[in-house]
């Protein structure tokens, strides 16, 4: 026999998760090249220059697929995300670039799909129809319509059109901007011309809505919004793929699973996916497989919570060469030494040893981001002035957001607070803070004013130009003078992180590539500097919510009920218009 027949690797011994048939049994996986070439008996596949590897009592499981994140919320590049992520099993991803592709347009999305072409793990990109979300609402750098679907979708590692949030609330898109309907359906139409993917974004649909949203995908769509078990379940029953979202500040898998756990539905449709996870959360606590053991945590069988990061994405998107452990798929294996605890000890991708107890073996090569995707603040600073909220009297009743932790949904209600010499003060007292946003494209020049409840803020202010979705500047603090300073020293870094106190700025970090992502430096040191500057929040200022940058970033989500800050003010989600910060 030549050597050609034999193995490069066999892993001998292990215990084989098979996600086609839902069992675990002992057998060995033959790899040739990038390929697996059995699963079963190897022993005759061993030649003299076979490199045989032992992995009796440990677990053999496809690579695992997080599939809809973004890589701007962690604020790294996709090579620091993969350098966190691929060590704990997970091999490929999916990601929106929604984020940069409002704050830069197609040169940014053009930059990252360049970035995804060198990295070892596999990196795909579903591109936004659709910038800025809600048009008439909020401003965006770049307005994505369909006239740039048959540029975007063609770019290297795009796949599809990612979250259709433009068009969730069909009703109102429907009443008030129906030419954005009239243009999804030309980009959703495209997409599906050329066999591409196409998600969707239904929080809360049920009924009519739900069938409008699934029929204007393309008749099969993915939601990663769905926050409750009725929600799942609807869905679930109309077809949808529902991505159970669990990241580092919208949890909403236990919710979800119950659809399976206590109502038996099949949970084939069924997938994980993180949507946003901050540096900190992945080099401490892991990417897919954490998410995997939170699952079995639910009462999910391993074996049936695995297959939620693997078989059933790969199906989904189509993905023919990978998602199971089979002849001619990929050699994309992640071996666990404890499936229920999802510790994972080594992986491969495609047939190469990438990672070893949770180091990375391989050297990943770099990529620089031009300077075309830098300095994306195009404003100048603003005076405290300008974030004046003004009303009569000597008291004032105010619309306030309702921050609710771990969750991208907002409440909303009203509060008196105090006027002094016509300006409407916050009340830190009550946890009544002032929130606004600045556009930061030189567009307009907006700021956006409202107030909100929630963060426990005692001093201080800090602001951020991650903003989801248009990524104008948030700030929320407890005076207007703070607030001031934290905006100021953002537009000086040209985006990024500030936290300032008695009127001086005590912590910050730049963030270069579209004010959203750090490609200055590594995983490790972002995370670490992202905790310095949460503890600075919660020591200095007294904040009560973790991860306070991403539950700040999420409150100008235009798309998600109930209110929201935006650049134009604030907004009532729900009814597509925008209020008064005091009611009148």
């Not at 951020?464 to 979705?469: F, I, K, L, P």
């Amino acid at each position: 026999m030549s050597d050609n027949n034999f193995a490069d690797i066999i892993l001998y011994g292990g215990n084989v998760v098979n996600v086609l048939t839902r069992e675990v049994y002992t057998a060995d996986i033959a790899i040739k090249g990038k390929y697996i070439l059995l699963v079963g008996d190897g022993e005759k596949l061993i030649g003299p220059d076979t490199l045989v590897v032992d992995v009796q009592g440990k677990y053999l499981a496809p690579g695992f697929i997080d599939s809809h994140m973004h890589f701007e919320s962690s604020m790294l590049t996709i090579t620091e995300f993969s350098r966190l992520s691929i060590p704990s099993g997970t091999t490929t991803l999916v990601a929106d670039p929604h984020e940069i592709g409002n704050a830069l347009g197609p040169i940014g999305m053009k930059a990252m799909a360049e970035e995804a072409s060198k990295v070892p793990n596999h990196v795909h990109l579903v591109v936004p129809a659709l910038t800025p979300d809600c048009p008439t609402l909020e401003t965006a750098a770049y307005d994505i319509t369909s006239k740039d679907m048959e540029e975007i979708l063609n770019y290297p590692n795009v796949i599809g059109i990612g979250e259709l949030q433009g068009f969730s609330n069909a009703k109102h898109v429907y009443r008030n901007t129906p030419e954005v309907i009239t243009d999804l359906i030309a980009s959703t139409s495209y997409a599906k011309s050329i066999g591409q993917i196409v998600d969707g974004n239904a929080p809360e649909l049920f009924g009519n809505e739900l069938a409008a949203h699934i029929i204007a995908t393309g008749g099969e769509c993915s939601c990663h919004e769905t926050t409750t078990k009725e929600e799942c379940v609807e869905k679930l029953r109309q077809g949808v793929y529902v991505f159970m979202r669990e990241g580092s500040t919208q949890k909403n898998m236990a919710e979800c699973i119950r659809a399976v756990t206590e109502e038996g539905l099949d949970s084939r449709r069924c997938i994980l996916a993180t949507d946003d996870m901050v540096a900190e959360d992945l080099e401490k606590l892991g990417h897919m497989n954490e998410i995997v053991k939170r699952t079995i945590k639910q009462g999910v069988d391993p074996v049936e919570a695995i297959q939620m990061v693997t078989i059933n994405p790969a199906t989904y998107f189509g993905f023919k060469d990978r998602g199971v452990l089979a002849p001619g798929k990929l050699a994309d294996i992640a071996i666990i030494s404890d499936i229920n605890e999802m510790k994972v000890d080594a992986v491969f991708i495609e047939g190469e040893l990438v990672a070893v107890d949770g180091k990375l073996l391989i050297n990943l090569p770099q990529y620089t981001y031009p300077d075309y995707v830098k300095n994306s603040v195009k404003r100048q600073p603003i005076t405290e002035r300008d974030l004046e909220i003004y009303a009569d009297g000597r008291e004032a009743l105010v619309r306030c957001i309702e921050l609710i932790p771990d969750q991208n949904l907002t409440g909303k209600l009203e509060a008196n607070i105090k006027v002094n010499n016509g300006i409407v003060n916050p009340d830190p007292n009550k946890d009544i803070l002032e929130i606004a946003c600045i556009e930061r494209y030189g567009r307009n020049g907006n700021v956006g004013k409202a107030f909100i409840k929630g963060f426990g803020l005692k001093d201080g202010a800090f602001a951020e130009s991650v903003a989801h979705d248009t990524h104008n500047i948030i700030v929320v603090g407890t005076n207007i003078r703070d607030m001031t300073e934290a905006v100021n020293r953002v537009i000086e870094l040209g985006g990024g992180l500030a936290v300032a106190k008695n009127g001086r700025i005590i912590e910050d970090m730049r963030l270069p590539v579209g004010g959203l992502i750090t490609d200055e430096l590594k995983g490790e040191e972002v995370s670490r500097k992202i905790a310095k500057l949460e503890k600075t929040i919660k020591e200095d200022l007294g904040c009560r919510v973790h991860a306070p940058f991403m539950h700040l970033s999420f409150v100008s989500l235009s798309t998600s009920p109930e209110w929201k800050i935006t650049d134009k003010g604030l907004v009532d989600v729900n009814n597509f218009e925008i209020l008064t910060p005091v009611v009148e």
